[in-house]
């Protein structure tokens, strides 16, 4: 936001420096970026009233100009054509300097001698884009009522400061000079002087009889629209005053009408627009959202496609312009334009700002719908308009108009209390004083029942509660006189909750183990279900779809982290990697149903994988036991299972108190080609950490070391290769009781002496009682037992 401290000052009664405005704006929370000082260069420039006018006697392309400067008569040589007897220019006088820094003198110019010059707007540091043809080529011509004699910079504002503000979003209200004005009189504790106002009584009329029909069909996007009527427009440059202010401020001029909108604009924060009434259908206005397949030709000469959620004002026809961003070429304000209707009106931030960046185009208007003006501006700004298009005889201002103002919107009600803020700022700052900073910004203060409650003006949406009014009365306060303090109440310590505890365990073991933790992105593509053979129908593949994908790589969510895993691992291999061995702590997302109707369930999961030539499935086994072990989860079980990645045969179920926990096998070769990896064998584990993280024995159980001796026995039995050695260790558990105090599977041997479709298992049985010496007779019993009944239970022999 660029600011021209003598626009400013019409505004606030501020005698400073620049620099002081500078520096104390910014600790009071409007931070400024730069001062750019300008005009500087030109001096001794003045405006002088061309007398007679003739062509030079050996030159035919310049003229000589007699030219009153009020001190005296210059004569000056001229290559310009667009100047007559009568005209008011701009003289540079002899030892003047022009933009640029150049200076001028006295010179003889074939043969006749040139007492200056006579400058265009190029040479005054002005935009000459709002000027008539002939004043681009040729000199700057001044209204007649130019004081002949004064000084330019001060005829124009050549010399200025401008300040640039770099505003936050939630400033709307700042982004104007009055804004600015405001923030600067509550800073300086000056005088604020600005005299706009409304009538204060909402109309809600949506027709001037005859000439205007306002009809708001999306009223959750356009608040508030006020449509006024100009007759007997007369479309000419702005007055020089109105274009330099306009340009100091970044904008361009166009004609008078369109300037008037934009100084409107910077003047008080709200955006205006003009139509060409006459190319209007039947005087109607529709504030509505796009229909598919409409296009508009919008200002800038470009076509535009407009879609359903876009708001667009339009006639009976179609689109008349781009809601709070351009019009449309169709009502453009031309030479020929006679009547103008004039909008000013409050769209919904949001989606202004999702049309602006669809389409590419960001203008002032967009920037201050986006950050949010407050409704009850329109009927201000609206009027400050109409004031200046009769006072620089633009046109003559219809005094019926539309306003359609569905909710009003009025000042928010917030209880002020001084103990409360002065707790949280750590002061001790009186009410009064508090009071007087907040009337200071615009604010009522009332009291009433015992209380005190500030009335928070509408411009100030960013005020909704006690911590914003402590905000406001700390900047302006000073914060550098804030006092430095030691918070009041206890702090606590933060700490890790004891499944975040559990969580850090497993890492610390797995690294320990030699595994990296690796993180991949909760995004997937849609093409890797079917990379890892997920059936069609299975809830893998119910994932959530990205409304707004950053590409097709990452547009779902993922239900399962093994894409990510053999992601890494092809990764790794592709740098020839030869060890690899990866782990990863991460949620997949899972819904209810979709489309979705609420948010995803997050589950943490827990991926394993190895890829090493050593290393097999009975090695990630034994990671994962290691995993139970730290959990003091005891029995977990492994069935031979299958899994739609996992090589059939070689996968298993792994469950934990009959609950599945997760699964651990060698990858589908066909996965594996999918992957690229047809001539590795990586094999992966993925558990349920939440289900692990609940079934943890989080107390630690301690018991004397034993006092009586153990014994041991071993058996061996043939059973059948379907025969889970799980299921018999834990059948023997079953019927050893609490005599049996481990049970060990050491060996499994398949050959000649055994039968074909069979193994022989080979078991470690440990004996011991807490309270006693264990006879010899008791552990054979016991062992006798347990033979029979494993014998019988799996239809089993024992091994000779």
Request: net charge negative; proline share 4%; with cysteine.
């Amino acid at each position: 936001m660029r600011v021209p401290m003598k626009w400013l000052k019409e505004f606030v009664d501020y005698k400073g420096s620049v620099e002081e405005f500078a520096e104390k704006l910014t600790m009071s929370g409007s931070s400024v970026e730069t001062v750019e000082y300008v005009g500087r260069d030109i001096k001794n420039v003045v405006i002088g009233e061309v007398l007679e006018i003739k062509r030079h006697p050996h030159a035919e392309k310049l003229l000589v100009a007699k030219v009153d400067t009020k001190e005296r008569v210059l004569q000056i040589i001229t290559g310009a054509h667009n100047i007559k007897k009568g005209d008011k220019v701009a003289v540079a006088l002899p030892g003047a300097t022009i933009e640029g820094g150049k200076k001028i003198g006295v010179q003889n110019i074939k043969g006749m001698e040139s007492e200056g010059m006579l400058c265009s707007a190029k040479e005054l540091g002005l935009d000459d884009h709002g000027l008539p043809e002939d004043m681009k080529k040729g000199l700057l011509i001044l209204p007649k009522d130019a004081p002949v004699g004064k000084d330019i910079k001060e005829y124009i504002e050549l010399e200025d400061a401008v300040v640039e503000f770099e505003l936050t979003p939630n400033r709307a209200d700042c982004f104007s000079i009055v804004g600015i004005a405001r923030e600067a009189a509550a800073t300086f504790n000056v005088p604020l002087k600005v005299s706009f106002s409304t009538s204060g009584e909402i109309r809600q009329i949506d027709e001037i009889f005859g000439k205007v029909k306002v009809t708001v069909e999306a009223p959750d996007l356009c608040k508030r629209y006020i449509a006024r009527i100009i007759e007997d427009v007369k479309i000419e440059p702005s007055p020089l005053w109105m274009q330099r202010r306009l340009q100091l401020c970044g904008i361009r001029p166009i004609n008078n009408i369109v300037d008037i909108t934009n100084y409107v604009m910077m003047e008080l924060g709200q955006p205006l627009h003009a139509f060409d009434y006459d190319k209007l259908t039947d005087g109607s206005i529709i504030v509505r959202r796009g229909k598919k397949g409409e296009k508009l030709v919008t200002l800038d000469g470009q076509e535009r496609e407009i879609t359903e959620d876009t708001l667009v004002i339009a006639d009976k026809k179609g689109p008349v312009a781009l809601a709070g961003v351009m019009g449309g070429e169709n009502t453009e304000v031309t030479e020929k334009t006679r009547t103008v209707l004039l909008e000013s009106a409050n769209f919904l931030g949001p989606n202004i700002r999702r049309t602006a960046k669809r389409l590419g185009i960001r203008t002032e208007a967009s920037l201050r719908y986006e950050k949010g003006i407050d409704p009850n501006l329109a009927e201000i700004a609206a009027e400050r308009a109409c004031e200046l298009i009769e006072k620089l005889g633009a046109g003559r201002v219809v005094k019926e108009y539309a306003d359609v103002y569905p909710e009003v919107v009025r000042p928010r009600r917030l209880q002020l209390r001084v103990d409360k803020i002065n707790a949280l700022l750590g002061t001790d700052i009186s009410k009064e004083c508090m009071v007087g900073i907040l009337r200071r910004l615009g604010m009522g203060v009332e009291d009433e029942d015992g209380k005190t409650f500030v009335i928070v003006p509408t411009f100030r949406a960013d005020i909704a509660q006690q911590a914003d009014i402590a905000e406001e009365i700390a900047r302006i306060y000073g914060y550098d006189n804030l006092p430095s303090t030691l918070p009041g109440s206890i702090a606590t310590c933060g700490v890790l909750s004891k499944r975040q505890k559990l969580e850090d365990e497993i890492k610390k073991t797995l690294s320990d183990l030699g595994f990296s933790e690796i993180y991949t992105y909760s995004f997937i593509s849609p093409s890797a279900f079917d990379k890892l053979k997920v059936p069609f129908d299975h809830e893998v593949r119910n994932a959530v779809r990205l409304l707004n994908p950053l590409g097709e790589e990452h547009s779902v969510m993922r239900t399962t982290l093994l894409d990510g895993i053999l992601q890494v691992v092809k990764f790794n291999l592709n740098q020839k990697q030869k060890r690899i061995r990866i782990f990863e702590v991460g949620k997949v997302f899972l819904p209810k149903e979709l489309p979705l109707k609420e948010l995803p369930r997050e589950k943490k999961m827990i991926g394993l994988a190895v890829c090493e030539e050593k290393l097999d499935f009975y090695y990630l086994k034994g990671i994962v036991e290691a995993i139970f072990s730290k959990l003091k989860i005891d029995n977990p079980k492994f069935n031979p299972d299958r899994h739609f990645a996992f090589h059939p045969g070689r996968t298993a179920s792994i469950s934990v108190g009959g609950e599945i926990a997760g699964y651990i096998g060698e990858i589908h070769p066909d996965v594996m080609e999918n992957y690229d990896m047809e001539d590795k064998r990586v094999y992966v584990a993925e558990l349920d950490m939440e289900l692990l993280l609940d079934k943890a024995a989080t107390e630690v159980k301690y018991q004397p070391l034993p006092r009586f001796p153990a014994a041991e026995r071993d058996m061996a039995i043939v059973v059948k290769e379907s025969v889970a050695a799980g299921d018999i260790m834990e059948a023997i558990r079953e019927i050893g009781g609490e005599l049996l105090e481990n049970v060990e599977l050491f060996d499994i041997y398949r050959g000649e002496q055994i039968p074909r479709g069979c193994k022989s298992l080979a078991f470690s049985l440990t004996y011991r009682a807490k309270d006693r010496t264990l006879t010899d007779e008791e552990i054979n019993d016991l062992h006798a037992k347990i033979i029979e009944g494993i014998l019988e239970r799996f239809d089993g022999r024992l091994r000779e």
